[in-house]
């Protein structure tokens, strides 16, 4: 018996990929085809791994799952996997510690946790015309400076605003605060 080629084993990674995506959204074969602007008969057979499709069409199917092509094609992941904290992307700026809690790259959307100590502050980057970022309060007080107007928030407040705009964070407050931001990139940028 031999082992599958490398070909071989890309294009079961492939359909394997596809099905388990498609199947996670809850789509039938002829809807998904239909996002994609592909033939049903195409993506039967992408999903058999009897398929060698183009770029083009590669393109398509990973829009239509909302995945990157690189996703499409990588060997398939676990079904779970646990990430502890000090695997997380973690990095202070100024006083602030800033974790990353998305630790695979998702295309247009950044989710960071920030620890601000009381009185601590740190300047935003401002992002791509069209962001949008929300900014929550779990813990202590936050502070939020968007172009000279300044917003406190509360446990639980949520505040929305252009990610685009000159921003700052801090903690007016006088214990630690703990805020999560969550960044969409506006898809026409990416």
Same mark, same amino acid.
């Given at each position: ?58 393109? =398509? ?5 909302? #995945?990157? +092509?690189? /996703? $499409? &094609?990588?060997? %398939?992941?676990?079904?779970?996997? @646990? ?5 997380? =992307? ?5 006083? #602030?510690? +800033?974790? /990353? $809690? &998305?630790?695979? %790259?998702?295309?247009?959307?950044? @989710? ?79």
């Amino acid at each position: 018996m031999s082992t599958p080629s490398s070909m071989e084993r890309q294009a079961a990674d492939l359909a394997r990929n596809i099905r388990t995506l498609r199947e996670a959204r809850g789509l039938s074969q002829t809807h998904v085809a239909k996002l994609a602007g592909v033939p049903r008969a195409t993506w039967s057979n992408l999903e058999s791994g009897g398929a060698n499709p183009t770029l083009s069409v590669l393109t =398509r199917v990973a829009a239509a799952l909302r #995945v990157s +092509v690189e /996703e $499409l &094609l990588a060997p %398939p992941r676990a079904r779970c996997r @646990l990430f502890r904290a000090d695997e997380l =992307r973690r990095k202070t700026r100024g006083s #602030v510690v +800033v974790r /990353e $809690l &998305l630790p695979d %790259p998702i295309p247009g959307l950044q @989710l960071e946790r920030m620890v601000v100590p009381a009185g601590g502050r740190m300047t935003g980057t401002p992002h791509t015309p069209g962001t949008r970022e929300y900014l929550t309060c779990e813990r202590g007080l936050l502070t939020l400076t968007v172009e000279g107007e300044t917003y406190q928030l509360s446990p639980g407040d949520v505040l929305v605003f252009r990610g685009d705009q000159k921003h700052g964070y801090g903690n007016g407050g006088r214990e630690e605060a703990v805020g999560y931001s969550v960044v969409v990139v506006d898809p026409r940028g990416l």
